[in-house]
């Protein structure tokens, strides 16, 4: 249930954040915004890292394969994504694609196995709840 609980958390923070940034972004551009975006994230984990557990930056380099390092340089993407996503589509069409794009990805990464993730078989339910998903979309966008 806690997961569930946060997931939602997440989904909300995301809308909420893509929001703001695109309102940031008519003022100063997107990627001083992507910027600031990403200098402000450093500046709240380095103050929960103080607050909290205290772990060592240098467990970073022991991390196999390095490629996996790269989250931080896909979140920089990320932000710019959804600032123009929700810039030309609006809120609620941008991130309701947004979300079906990560639940097909999610799904096919598990059906590949692919960056150490358990291989999963492919299930009809979960391929009828993508249809249903993007039927979603559809039906949304439908004016």
Known sequence: MLGFIIALLSGALMSVQGVFNTQVTKTSGIWVANAFVQFTALLVCLAAWLVTDRSSFGALWKVEPKYMLLGGAIG????????????????????????????????LIELSGVFGVEKQPPELRKLAGMAVAIAGIVIFKWN
């Open 76 to 107: 920089a993407f990320i932000t710019y994504t959804v600032i123009k996503g929700m810039e030309l589509l609006g809120p609620a069409r941008a991130v309701m694609i947004i979300v079906v794009s990560q639940l097909i990805v999610a799904y």
